[in-house]
């Protein structure tokens, strides 16, 4: 059982240990992320500052160019993810088209990211993400990046929230960790993570209220009867944080505006799904399992309902009548 306080590092190769044909391959690949993902963080704390200091034309104290930290972030994690030389393909959120890395080519694993998730809330102080799902390498062709989101071998996030946390699964629980800012490592501060059976919070932007269908309406009505409570931050890693600990539901439904509902398959909807489902938990687009569907393409959307099971399982009975 590891213990409160063991250095990621550590931990990733205690892990690989465990699994006797392991080659240390995911261990590097997840080693080079999150080296991408402390960096990040010292950038995102710093963002009151760069955009004072960048406010002349966008030009910083060292004379360079401020780039927008969600592009920074991109450009960060394509560098690491590249440079480590274990991804054969890289998708990510900010690109259209994936990335083949030179020195991937013998790369194991796929990797699809959202760089920094919820950015319309970097100017507000509110906390912000990074999102990843990694897949094996198939073919060696592009279809390897549209794998279902049950076939994941790693998935996780870092939360850039008041502290910063990296919870991460392999399918085998999910584990979090905390930076310490003063020594630049995660140490493990919430070891095997579970979400209650049940819990009071549902979150889901109400101002979409009218265009949901009646079946979705009436749960969320009912809700109202009950003892809930509403929280809705609008970054999805800090409201999946929140569901992860507490409880709860968290929904992102298709609506009269979008059929598909707003989150990403590859490195919103399926991450969290896999997080949540190894943490005790269930995911739906409320008519099939979220880790079941193949994707068709790299940016597609999918609605979730996600969170403790007694939530989402009363939910469906809704979504059924
Ligand atoms: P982004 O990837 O462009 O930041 O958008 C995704 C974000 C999620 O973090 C959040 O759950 C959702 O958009 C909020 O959307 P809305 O403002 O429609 O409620
Ligand atoms: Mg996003």
Not at 81 to 103: C, I, M, R, T, Y
Not at 179 to 203: A, C, Q, T
């Amino acid at each position: 059982m590891a213990q409160i306080g063991m250095d990621l590092n550590r931990f990733i190769l205690e892990e690989e240990r465990s699994h006797p044909k392991a080659t240390g391959s995911l261990s590097l690949a997840l080693t080079a992320l999150t080296s991408a993902a402390r960096i990040i963080s010292s950038h995102v704390r710093m963002a009151g500052l760069a955009d004072i200091l960048g406010s002349t034309k966008n030009i910083n104290i060292q004379g360079e160019e401020v780039q927008k930290l969600d592009v920074l972030s991109n450009n960060i994690l394509i560098q690491h993810l590249s440079d480590s030389g274990q991804f054969f393909a890289l998708a990510s959120e900010e690109l259209d088209e994936p990335v083949f890395p030179e020195k991937g080519k013998n790369g194991k694993y796929t990797i699809a990211f959202d760089p920094l998730d919820g950015s319309s809330n970097i100017n507000v102080n509110v906390s912000i993400g990074t999102i990843f799902s990694i897949h094996k390498k198939v073919k060696g062709n592009i279809q390897d990046i549209l794998q279902e989101g049950r076939k994941q071998v790693a998935a996780g996030y870092i939360v850039y929230g008041s502290s910063t946390m990296l919870v991460y699964s392999t399918g085998n629980g999910v584990n979090g960790f905390t930076l310490d800012p003063s020594v630049g490592l995660f140490l493990l501060s919430h070891p095997r993570m579970e979400l209650p059976e049940r819990g009071k919070i549902y979150s889901i932007n109400e101002a979409n209220y009218s265009k949901w269908d009646k079946k979705l309406k009436s749960y969320v009505d009912s809700l109202k009867e009950k003892n809930s409570s509403a929280r809705y931050i609008g970054s999805m890693v800090a409201d999946i944080h929140r569901t992860l600990i507490k409880g709860g539901i968290f929904c992102y439904p298709a609506d009269l505006k979008n059929k598909n509902g707003k989150l990403r398959l590859l490195y919103e909807v399926a991450p969290m799904s896999f997080l949540i489902e190894q943490a005790g938990g269930k995911a739906t687009t409320g008519s099939k399992d979220t880790l079941s569907i193949k994707p068709e393409s790299i940016h597609q959307r999918a609605p979730v309902f996600l969170g403790s099971k007694s939530n989402v399982e009363e939910l469906l009975t809704f979504l059924k009548k």
